[in-house]
């Protein structure tokens, strides 16, 4: 049974930094990219980075460019996203998937950014 869990979420202030952990199981994590993408109330999937299966090639959609950085560790089938500067546009769910389009994602973390 395929699983993703995403933990890490929470609410901060504007500028702070948040770090969000997605634990895989039920495939081979280690054969496949990964992705990070959100839903910001009232409206659509967004991706937001994605990793290689060695973690040695990443790619960042414009609006986190050079703010969140992505990560994985293979033995421990798990995803990472680090986030920095965060902006009240942030406030989203967010959800580690299997694909840019959000599929198979699992149930999201929410972030919420406020002061």
């Known amino acids: 049974q395929v699983q993703l869990v995403e933990s890490g979420g929470g609410l901060v202030q504007p500028g702070e930094s948040l770090t969000l952990s997605c634990v895989v199981t039920?495939?081979?994590?280690?054969?496949?990219?990964m992705y990070w993408v959100r839903q910001a109330p009232g409206k659509g999937i967004e991706w937001l980075s994605q990793?290689?299966?060695?973690?040695?090639?990443?790619f960042y959609a414009d609006s986190v460019q050079g703010r969140f950085f992505m990560s994985r560790d293979n033995a421990k089938n798990t995803v990472y996203l680090q986030m920095n500067s965060l902006k009240p546009d942030d406030t989203a769910v967010y959800y580690c998937?299997?694909?840019?389009?959000?599929?198979?994602r699992g149930p999201g973390t929410q972030v919420t950014v406020s002061s």
């Open positions: 990793i290689d299966t060695y973690g040695q090639t990443t």
């Open positions: 039920g495939f081979t994590f280690s054969a496949y990219w």
């Open positions: 998937a299997r694909d840019r389009d959000g599929n198979g």
